[in-house]
C-alpha cells in the first residue's frame, strides 16, 4: 500500500513538473517552431509516461466490451494529442498539447489523494501489531531467559516488571499490580490483577511485578483478534458510488457514440476528412472530463478545509456524504464523553483539621506515588493552590493504597480494605463513600494519626459541551446510545449527566463492533464516536466514524473523521457542513454535464471550432471551482 502512495505520488509530481511549462507557453500564445515543438517535447512524457495507465486500462475495457472515465480520458487525450501532431510540421491550426498534459495532471492528483487514503488503513492494522512487545522474559528454573514473543507456548511462565507490557494474555499466578486495560478493554481506571487474574497482552503493566502464565498465544490473543476485526470491517465496508459514476456510465458511451456519429455523418455528407475528424475530435475536446473531475474534488477540497478550521480532520469525501444521512450515533464513554482523564470531584471530611490542611497532607503523600488516582488528588490540591509538604516516610501496597508521615503525621490513604488492614474505621465515611459509589465515582479514604479523616471522590467527568451536544444530535432526529467497557453504575450515571437513555455497559469491543452492525441490519446509517484502541473495529465498521483527536492513533485511523480538539458538539456541525458541501457537489455536477449537453450537439454540428471548445472546456472547470469556493463561506 505504500508503494502504491508513492508511485502516485511520483507520477503526479513528474506530471505536474512537465505540465507547468506546456500550460505557461500555451497560455502565451506563442506560435513559434520552438514553442511547438517544446510542447511535443515536455507533453509526449506525461502522456505515454504517467499517463499510460489510462491508455492500458481503456485497452483492457474495450476488450472486454466496456468503458468508464478511463476511455473517456484515453480519447480525450489522445484525440487533443494526435489532432495536435500535424499541426507542428503544417505550422498552422492549434494545438491542443496544453489540455492533454492537464487532464493527464489533475487526474493523476486526485489518484494520488485515493491512494493515499487507503493506505492509512494499513498503517492502523500496524500500529494495532507494534501494541505488543517484542521479547519476553521467560521464568524457567529459577533463570530469566528473554525471548521473542513469537517463541511463546501456551503455558510458558513469564516475568513482567513495573512498566512493562504484557506480552501476551495469560493468567496471574504470582504477584499483584495494577494494569491499565483502556485501550482494549475501555475501563477508564487501571484494574487490580492478582492471583488468578486474567490479563491481556499489549495492555501496560502498574508498579508491581506479575508472574504469568501464557492461556492464548499468536492469532488466539485479544489484541490479533481486534487486529482481524479491524482489518475485515475496512475490507468490508462498500464504497458510496459516486454521483459522477453514475453519470460517467452513460456519458462516456453517448459521447463515444456521438464523437463516431459526428465523424462519419461529415463523411457521409461529403464534408473533406479534415472538417468530419476536426469536429468528431471537438466532441471529444469539449466533453473532456476536466469539470466532472474536478465537480467532486473541488467541492470535497473545500469542504474539508472549512472543517478543518472548525477542528475536524476528514479521511475521505464519501464520510461527507454519508453523514449527511446519518440516523444513529454510538459514543464510547471514555475519552469520548468524558475528559478521559480522572479528577476528584467530591471531597468530604469529618476530621478536625481543615479542608485545606487535608488536601495539603494528602497531596503531600500522594506525590510519591505514580497511581492515577494519586495524581488526581495532587491535581486536585494544585487547582486550589494548596502547598505541598516534606514527606519523610512514604510505602506504597499496590491495589490497597500508601502509607506516608508528614510532619509528625502518619497518613493512610487508599481503599476500603486498606483501611481494615490498619484497623481503621470509617464508619463516620461510608454513607458520603456509598453515594460516591452510586454516581460512579472511586472512594478514596484518607487516615491521620489511625482515625478515619476524609473520602475523595475521584470520578472522569463528561466533557462541558456533551450535553448540549447530545442535544443537537436529537434535534436533528438522531438517535445516541453509549456503549462502553466501563461498569453499568458509572455508565449509567454519566449518560443521566448528558442526556444519553440507551446504555449498554461492559461491552467488548466485538460486542461494539456487533452492536453497530446489529443497527445497520436494522436498515440504520450509524455514526460511531470513540477514542480508544476498543473502539476501533466499531469506528472502521460503522457508516462514518469520528474519532477523538487525543485518542489513540488506532482509533483516528480507523474512523473517518477525527474531532481534533476532542469537541464532540462538532459532530453536529459535521453533518450540516457535509449536506452543505454534497448540495455543491449536485450543482456542479449539474452544471458540468449541463454545459456537455448544450456543448456537444453545438460541436457536432461543427459550429464550434476546437480552440473554442478548449476555452469552453476551462471555463466550465473554473464555474465548478468558483461554486465550490462558495463553502468558503459556511
Known amino acids: 500500500m505504500c508503494l502504491n502512495v508513492y508511485c502516485s505520488c511520483k507520477s503526479f509530481v513528474w506530471a505536474t513538473i512537465l505540465s507547468t511549462p506546456v500550460i505557461a507557453i500555451a497560455m502565451s500564445m506563442n506560435k513559434s517552431r520552438w514553442a511547438h515543438w517544446a510542447q511535443f517535447i515536455l507533453t509526449t512524457p506525461v502522456v505515454f509516461g504517467t499517463g499510460r495507465q489510462f491508455f492500458t486500462k481503456a485497452w483492457l475495457l474495450a476488450k472486454q466490451k466496456a468503458a468508464n472515465m478511463d476511455t473517456l480520458i484515453a480519447l480525450g487525450v489522445g484525440s487533443a494529442y494526435g489532432y495536435s501532431l500535424p499541426v507542428i510540421y503544417r505550422r498552422r491550426g492549434h494545438m491542443y498539447f496544453e489540455a492533454a498534459a492537464a487532464i493527464i495532471t489533475f487526474v493523476l492528483l486526485g489518484r494520488y489523494l485515493e491512494e493515499r487514503a487507503r493506505g492509512k488503513a494499513g498503517e492502523a492494522i500496524r500500529k494495532l501489531v507494534d501494541l505488543q512487545p517484542q521479547t519476553a522474559t521467560l521464568l524457567r528454573d529459577g533463570e530469566e531467559i528473554l525471548i521473542d514473543v513469537d517463541d511463546i507456548t501456551l503455558e510458558d511462565i513469564l516475568l513482567v516488571r513495573p512498566g512493562e507490557k504484557i506480552p501476551t494474555d495469560a493468567e496471574v499466578i504470582f504477584g499483584i499490580s495494577t494494569v491499565d486495560e483502556a485501550m482494549v478493554t475501555g475501563e477508564s481506571m487501571p484494574v487490580v490483577k492478582e492471583v488468578g487474574h486474567k490479563v491481556i497482552g499489549g495492555c501496560v503493566n502498574g508498579n508491581g511485578v506479575l508472574h504469568i502464565k501464557a492461556t492464548a498465544i499468536g492469532m488466539d490473543t485479544v489484541l490479533a483478534g481486534i487486529v482481524h476485526m479491524v482489518d475485515q470491517a475496512q475490507a468490508t465496508k462498500l464504497p458510496i458510488q459516486k454521483h459522477v459514476d453514475k453519470i460517467s456510465a452513460v456519458f462516456v458511451p453517448a459521447v463515444m457514440a456521438i464523437s463516431g456519429l459526428t465523424f462519419a455523418s461529415w463523411m457521409l455528407v461529403g464534408a473533406p476528412f479534415a472538417t468530419a475528424f476536426g469536429s468528431a475530435v471537438t466532441v471529444m475536446l469539449i466533453a473532456c472530463p476536466c469539470a466532472l473531475g474536478?465537480?467532486?474534488?473541488?467541492?470535497?477540497?473545500?469542504?474539508?478545509?472549512?472543517?478543518?478550521?472548525?477542528?475536524?480532520?476528514?479521511?475521505?469525501?464519501?464520510?461527507?456524504?454519508?453523514?449527511?444521512?446519518?440516523?444513529?450515533?454510538?459514543?464510547?464513554?471514555?475519552?469520548?464523553i468524558t475528559e478521559g482523564k480522572p479528577k476528584v470531584t467530591d471531597f468530604f471530611k469529618k476530621s478536625r483539621l481543615g479542608k485545606d490542611k487535608i488536601i495539603a497532607l494528602a497531596a503531600s503523600a500522594e506525590n510519591n506515588s505514580e497511581h492515577f488516582l494519586a495524581k488526581a488528588i495532587v491535581e486536585y490540591a494544585n487547582e486550589q493552590s494548596i502547598d505541598q509538604m516534606e514527606c519523610s516516610h512514604f510505602y506504597s501496597r499496590t491495589g490497597r493504597g500508601i502509607e506516608a508521615e508528614i510532619e509528625g503525621k502518619k497518613i493512610l490513604i487508599g481503599n476500603k480494605f486498606w483501611m481494615d488492614d490498619h484497623a481503621i474505621s470509617v464508619e463516620g465515611l461510608m454513607n458520603e463513600a456509598g453515594h460516591f459509589a452510586e454516581q460512579g465515582k472511586t472512594p478514596v479514604y484518607m487516615a491521620v494519626n489511625g482515625k478515619g479523616a476524609a473520602v475523595f471522590g475521584i470520578a472522569d467527568k463528561p466533557r462541558q459541551e456533551a450535553r448540549n451536544a447530545i442535544a443537537r444530535l436529537h434535534h436533528l432526529g438522531i438517535e445516541t446510545l453509549m456503549v462502553t467497557g466501563d461498569t453499568e453504575k458509572t455508565a449509567n450515571y454519566v449518560a443521566a449527566k448528558v442526556g444519553i437513555e440507551q446504555v449498554i455497559a461492559n461491552a467488548k469491543p466485538d460486542e461494539k463492533l456487533e452492536i453497530i452492525r446489529q443497527l445497520q441490519a436494522e436498515g440504520k446509517q450509524v455514526g460511531m464516536i470513540g477514542?480508544?484502541?476498543?473502539?476501533?473495529?466499531?469506528?472502521?465498521?460503522?457508516?462514518?466514524?469520528?474519532?477523538?483527536?487525543?485518542?489513540?492513533?488506532?482509533?483516528?485511523?480507523?474512523?473517518?473523521?477525527?474531532?481534533?480538539?476532542?469537541?464532540?458538539?462538532?459532530?453536529?456541525?459535521?453533518?450540516?457542513?457535509?449536506?452543505?458541501?454534497?448540495?455543491?457537489?449536485?450543482?456542479?455536477?449539474?452544471?458540468?454535464?449541463?454545459?456537455?449537453?448544450?456543448?456537444?450537439?453545438?460541436?457536432?454540428?461543427?459550429?464550434?471550432?476546437?480552440?473554442?471548445?478548449?476555452?469552453?472546456?476551462?471555463l466550465s472547470s473554473v464555474s465548478v471551482i468558483v461554486n465550490s469556493l462558495r463553502l468558503s463561506k459556511k
Open 294 to 336: 474536478l465537480a467532486t474534488p473541488a467541492a470535497i477540497m473545500v469542504g474539508t478545509g472549512q472543517a478543518a478550521k472548525k477542528g475536524v480532520y476528514i479521511r475521505n469525501g464519501e464520510s461527507l456524504e454519508v453523514a449527511t444521512k446519518l440516523n444513529a450515533i454510538v459514543f464510547d464513554k471514555t475519552g469520548t
Open 531 to 618: 477514542d480508544g484502541i476498543n473502539d476501533a473495529p466499531a469506528l472502521a465498521a460503522a457508516n462514518v466514524g469520528f474519532a477523538i483527536g487525543s485518542g489513540t492513533d488506532i482509533a483516528i485511523e480507523s474512523a473517518d473523521l477525527t474531532l481534533v480538539q476532542g469537541d464532540i458538539s462538532k459532530v453536529t456541525e459535521t453533518i450540516e457542513l457535509s449536506t452543505d458541501t454534497i448540495n455543491v457537489i449536485k450543482q456542479n455536477l449539474f452544471w458540468a454535464f449541463g454545459y456537455n449537453t448544450i456543448a456537444i450537439p453545438v460541436a457536432a454540428l461543427g459550429k464550434l471550432n476546437p480552440m473554442v471548445a478548449s476555452a469552453a472546456m476551462a
